[in-house]
Nanobody, 123 residues
Framework: QVQLVESGGGLVQPGGSLRLSCAVS????????MNWYRQAPGKQRELVAT???????NYADSVKGRFTISRDNARNMVYLQMNSLKPADTAVYYC?????????????????WGQGTQVTVSS
């Protein structure tokens, strides 16, 4: 089975920084897109940042210039460096990956989510 485990959330003051990490484990053949989403109370889940297998990145307008997504293919990790945090960034952040995994003697594609990590920006 494939598992995603996020870490790095917490409470930070406005203007501060946090770095989220997501570790992907399992019988993985290849990881394709890696994404960070977030969901604030009473709001829909939104895409924050994406990084492709070619290291192309894309960001929501609300985080451009402040957040940086990166990946470590050797360790099957994805990171989200968050700087200049604002109270509006408060949410549960989720890691999401699209990957190909080994299933018996075959390969299958799947889309997986982490359990989420809380980020709270408050003074």
């Amino acid at each position: 089975q494939v598992q995603l485990v996020e870490s790095g959330g917490g409470l930070v003051q406005p203007g501060g920084s946090l770095r989220l990490s997501c570790a992907v484990s399992g019988r993985i053949f290849r990881i394709n897109h890696m994404n960070w989403y977030r969901q604030a109370p009473g709001k829909q889940r939104e895409l924050v940042a994406t990084i492709t297998s070619n290291d192309y990145t894309n960001y929501a307008d609300s985080v451009k210039g402040r957040f940086t997504i990166s990946r470590d293919n050797a360790r099957n990790m994805v990171y989200l460096q968050m700087n200049s945090l604002k109270p509006a960034d408060t949410a549960v952040y989720y890691c999401n990956v699209a990957l190909t995994y080994y299933s018996g003697s075959y390969r299958s594609d799947g889309d997986y989510w982490g359990q989420g990590t809380q980020v709270t920006v408050s003074s």
